[in-house]
């Protein structure tokens, strides 16, 4: 399938369900639903500025004082009558302005000053109303949003929920710790498959390391506790390779079965009779960031309902060899002027792309200048 193909049937996902989380824990969900205000903002008449609530002409004649969260002023202002005032308190009723102490002068009881053109009292209900629509659904939860729902007295929200991933890390060669010794490797696509499951709003993550076993791979996906199960290494020919038949057994239905680029060909994307997500990716660590650039990142994006950035649109210069049935996916660097291919590349190095901003999608065309998306990497 074509590589663009591949990426836009990841992405064709439907959203899984909505939960309603506390404030504290909503920062960068997807809302689910718009966030209406329960209460007014301000829910009161309040002073702007620290000064002198005044009714009528001066100069007013001090008859006490009211702070923010203290009670407001019992009974009405009578014109010719000042109140001292915080910022945040409740105005008094009748009042019709607060003059700022700076504007002021106090001589014993009585303050006199010129009022100024703004009144600087807030008026309830001047920035929202009881249902009043505040952000609109789809947006993500950012700090302002997350404040902005305090203020309008909401304790929590409706979002997306957040697919869960288990990483299946397959291969008898993969240790998780240290220096690998002979005939060994160090797991490197734990760290990208987390870091893109993150980016795109995926989580919980949890992993498991398998044996190159047929049936220990079939009972770990089909009882992953998740909405996606990742499976790396496996995805090819080889004789320890079981993802394929594995994916049979379990009634899969393919959405892709191999992408045509270079690196990271041999990816897979199926859903389970039971109705699980399976992303393979490639055992070759460049291939696999490949792959979960390709798949994996958008395949959860959409499930979280969370949206995946466009990808740039740059000139790219450098040295690297076209593929010509699709596209070859080449690490650069970027900063002023076009995007630089980082040279040296290679399936089973992450060497080049661990100094790389993104990854640019060279088409069979490309000469050295030409234009190409540019995806970032995580
Ligand atoms: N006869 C064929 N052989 C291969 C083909 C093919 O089309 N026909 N494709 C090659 C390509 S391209 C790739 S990519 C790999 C994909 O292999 P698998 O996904 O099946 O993965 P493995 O064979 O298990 O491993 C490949 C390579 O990667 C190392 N590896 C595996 N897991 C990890 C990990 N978590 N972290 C770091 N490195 C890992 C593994 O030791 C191997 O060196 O197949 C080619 N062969
Ligand atoms: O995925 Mo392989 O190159 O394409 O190493």
Not at 54 to 81: E, F, K
Not at 170 to 176: C, N
Not at 242 to 257: D, F, K, M
Request: aromatic share 4%; charged share 20%.
């Amino acid at each position: 399938m074509p590589w663009a193909r591949a990426r836009a049937v990841a992405a064709t996902a439907a959203a899984l369900g909505t939960e309603r989380v506390p404030l504290s824990s909503a920062a960068g969900r997807i809302l689910a639903a718009p966030v209406r205000a329960l209460a007014a903002s301000p829910a009161f008449d309040t002073a702007a500025m620290d000064g002198y609530a005044v009714a009528g002409c001066g100069p007013w004649r001090i008859a006490g004082r009211v702070l923010a969260g203290r009670p407001g002023w019992a009974g009405t202002l009578a014109p010719g009558v000042a109140v001292e005032i915080g910022t945040g308190a409740i105005v008094p009723d009748t009042a019709e302005a607060v003059l700022p102490y700076e504007v002021c002068r106090v001589d014993g009881d009585t303050v006199s000053g010129a009022r100024e053109v703004k009144d600087h009292i807030r008026r309830a209900g001047e920035d929202a109303r009881p249902g009043d629509e505040l952000v609109p659904a789809g947006r993500t939860a950012t700090a302002a949003v997350l404040g902005a729902a305090a203020q309008a007295g909401i304790d929590e929200l409706t979002v997306h929920r957040r697919p869960a991933v288990a990483v299946l890390v397959t291969g008898d060669e993969v240790v998780t710790r240290g220096v690998p010794g002979p005939g060994q490797v160090r797991d490197a696509l734990s760290p990208i498959v987390a870091a893109l499951v993150e980016r795109a709003g995926g989580g919980p993550l949890a992993h498991e390391y398998l044996r190159d076993d047929a049936r220990l791979l079939r009972s770990a996906i089909d009882s992953a506790d998740a909405d996606v199960v990742v499976v790396t290494g496996s995805s090819s020919a080889g004789a320890a390779d079981h993802l394929t038949s594995v994916l049979a057994e379990l009634g899969a239905r393919w959405l892709v079965n191999g992408v045509r680029c270079r690196p990271g060909h041999p990816q897979v994307l199926a859903v389970t009779a039971a109705g699980r997500w399976v992303v393979g990716l490639p055992g070759n660590p460049f291939a696999g960031l490949v792959a979960g650039l390709t798949l994996l990142e958008p395949l959860v994006a959409a499930l979280a309902a969370s949206p995946l950035p466009a990808p740039a649109t740059l000139p790219v210069v450098g040295a690297a060899r076209p593929y010509p049935d699709g596209v070859r996916l080449a690490p650069v660097e970027l900063g002023a002027g076009p995007a630089r291919i980082v040279p040296g590349a290679r399936s089973g190095s992450l060497r080049a792309a661990a100094i790389a901003d993104g990854l640019a999608v060279l088409g069979p065309r490309w000469v050295t200048g030409g234009r190409a998306a540019v995806l970032a990497l995580p």
